[in-house]
């Protein structure tokens, strides 16, 4: 299996202008997970989807960030506009749920800056 | 709400030497899971060890073992034997199993960037 993959693995963008991340979840895993990671605040969990749904978005910053999950097979995580304060990496991960654990395997990460 | 507190931002050992981790973590579930993570430079997260609350036994992985102590709500990770390439950040983490509606969040601290020197 190829892992997660995400796309694209840098991006450097203007302040105001749309950005959308994009993820690929593993075979077969039917709960995905965005995080983000900066100096100041760590790795947080901004949205997670189980079987397609959007269960919890409480870690969504604000409105200008949305995530979407069409299919089983991929998810986007859009900001618009984008601002300096969201640079940051932003990782999906995946896992399957269900009873007992399930080990979430993450991407390699989107690294986005924002000018 | 869980929380999980990295007290050291930083450790610097000679290689070969053991350097142990610190963790600690506020919850009032008496189960779950607890995790180490390693992010090297290229940014990978990868999974270094997992505990489970209701095992007493302490896990290890080669190298790598931890110190759980429920009671006192802290997991220190062990390192023995330290190699170079275990220069990395290191993140411990926390998930409720509870199956909320099917899946299962990470709760990280705010990681501990070793270094092993040679």
């Known amino acids: 299996d190829a892992g997660v993959i995400q796309s694209p693995r840098h991006e450097v963008t203007e302040m105001g202008q749309e950005v959308t991340l994009r993820c690929k979840p593993i075979?077969?895993?039917?709960?995905l997970f965005w995080y983000r990671q900066t100096m100041m605040r760590g790795l947080e969990l901004l949205i997670y989807f189980n079987n397609n749904v959007p269960i919890d978005d409480s870690g969504m910053p604000e409105d200008r960030f949305s995530a979407k999950m069409p299919n089983a097979s991929f998810s986007t995580l859009k900001i618009q506009p984008s601002e300096p304060r969201d640079s940051a990496v932003y990782f999906c991960?995946?896992?399957?749920?269900?009873?007992?654990?399930?080990?979430?395997?993450f991407g390699p990460g989107t690294r986005l800056t924002v000018t | 709400a869980q929380t999980v507190t990295q007290s050291q931002p930083e450790m610097s050992v000679q290689e070969a030497e053991t350097v142990t981790l610190s963790c600690t973590y506020d919850?009032?579930?008496?189960?779950?899971?607890l995790f180490w993570y390693k992010q090297p430079p290229s940014r990978q997260m990868i999974l270094v060890i997992r505990?489970?609350?209701?095992?007493?036994q302490n896990a290890t992985e080669n190298r790598f073992s931890v110190n759980f102590q429920k009671a006192a709500k802290s997991f220190s990770l062990k390192i023995s034997d330290s190699q170079l390439g275990d220069t990395a950040m290191y993140f411990c983490?926390?998930?409720?199993?509870?199956?909320?509606?099917?899946?299962?969040?990470?709760?990280f601290g705010q990681g501990t960037r070793l270094t092993i020197n040679p």
């Open positions: 075979s077969g895993h039917n709960s």
């Open positions: 505990q489970e609350a209701y095992k007493q």
């Open positions: 991960a995946s896992s399957w749920s269900g009873r007992g654990f399930h080990e979430q395997y």
């Open positions: 983490a926390f998930m409720n199993p509870q199956n909320i509606q099917g899946a299962q969040k990470l709760v």
């Open positions: 919850t009032s579930e008496n189960n779950y899971y």
